[in-house]
């Protein structure tokens, strides 16, 4: 059985002492941070997105993920209860993007899942999925344990696994060369073990890059060398290291928003949950941004529907919030999109450093690292979707976020504007003084990139 983590408040405190979910997560004031163990920048991060479309980079995953390892004769019932994909044909050797819901089809988190034995698995990612399937475990009726590897910057110990992603168009060619043995033909979301500088390895076949790639996993300890055997065969592919600043913009592209507000702050049903939750929990120092502002912080709940999920949805068995998501699939008010921003428009936001005050809202690039934008999206002056990840396209030369949008308003070519920047009542403490603006984008597909993996 799992533990709950000990604290002298429960996030269901934290909230009864606030005065509302949306007042507390607005003041957290949170902006991501990444670990020290790695740079920023390692040469620049126009260079490193260079290489990321034109030959090989390594990416190393080991220091800002969590990993869970769950374990027992009910492991697999467990997961199939929570997620939303189907485990058909899920055998020891494949992957999955495993998406979670509460009772109301409204999305909790989402994390890769490996199955590595027939009783075994590993969940890696951000912590709501792991806190969401932890809490489940430890107040069922389960054959099944837990245990949840944190990041370093929570944990004085050094992280359970390395995890290194290799991506690019030379990526396979590196992989080749670095492998001891023959490289294992596995298809995308599979992964195969693998010898590098004699360590075994598991070796998903990945891609944040569009491209064939693949992300490495192993015992910490090995680590090093690992990461040293794969630079040296990459510098003859022009290998780069991926610092975090070009990391960032990666996921946009492929629409894959990293954050949400997790669906767990309202409901009676889920009080219990939250009482099991630390205040100090990822979902009590969520921060929330961005030009849509509202006193019921269910309006920040988005369904696996929402953001282009549909895919990931099976109703081949029962799972928590299923009956929602029926009735959502069959008639979907909202799909994900990517809003190209007007070039002119993101020229004036910088311009205004120059000559207005206050300044319109600018932001760092390619990405800045506030975790939880939702901005206004209109048509005609109604709102039709929020806009989140927004990011620097370097290789498109173009400003982009991925938006969940009306459907009826999601045809590639549709015109709209986005709201950019806070109001004068926020209160996010690290806001700086800003007008607040319209920027006009254009509707485009999501992903936005060929896929080729």
Known sequence: MATQMSTQQSLQAALDAADSPV????????????????????????DELRAVRESCVLADLSHHQMDQVVEGADALDVLRKLCTNSFDGFDV???????????????????????????????????????????????GDYDASETIYPKSSKNPNDPHFFTYQVQGPNALDVMEEVTEGPLPDVPFFNFGTVSIAGHEVRALRHGMAGEVGFELQGPYECGEEIKEAILAVGRA???????????????????????????????????????????????GQYSIAGSFVSD?????????????????????????????????????????????????????????????????KVFDLPRDRWGGHHDEVLRDGEVVGH???????????????????????SEPGTDV?????????????????????????????????????
């Not at 699939?329 to 910088?350: G, H, I, Q």
């Open 296 to 360: 019921d912080i269910s309006d920040y709940y988005v369904s696996p529907v929402d953001i282009g999920y549909s895919h990931m949805i099976s109703f081949d068995h029962d799972f928590v919030g299923r009956e929602a998501l029926e009735a959502e699939v069959e008639e979907p008010d909202r799909t994900r999109v990517t809003l190209v921003w007007d070039d002119d428009d993101v020229v004036r936001l910088f311009e205004s450093l120059l000559d207005e005050e206050p300044p319109r």
């Open 237 to 283: 592919y022009d290998i780069r290291r991926l610092g975090t600043r070009a990391y960032e913009p990666l996921s946009v592209k492929l629409g894959w928003v990293t954050t949400h507000v997790p669906a767990i702050y309202t409901g009676e049903g889920l009080r219990e949950y939250r009482e099991w939750l630390d205040a100090d929990s990822y979902e």
């Open 93 to 139: 050797g494949k992957a999955k993007q495993a998406i979670m819901c509460n009772p109301d089809g409204k999305f909790i988190g989402d994390a890769v899942l490996q199955r590595i034995g027939d009783e075994t698995f590993v969940l890696s990612g951000k912590d709501p999925a792991a806190n969401w399937l932890a809490y489940h475990i430890d107040r």
């Open 387 to 409: 806009s989140k990840s927004f990011c620097y396209s370097y290789s498109d030369r173009e400003v982009i976020s991925i938006c969940s949008i009306d459907v009826e308003h």
């Open 23 to 46: 007042d507390m997560l607005q003041e957290a004031g949170g902006r991501w941070v990444w670990p020290r163990e790695v740079a920023r920048e390692y040469t620049n991060w126009m």
């Open 417 to 453: 504007t986005l709201v950019w920047g806070e109001n004068d009542e926020s209160k996010n403490p690290l806001v700086e003084p800003h007008r607040q603006t319209e920027v006009g984008a254009t509707v485009a597909p999501s992903p936005y990139l060929d896929d080729s993996r």
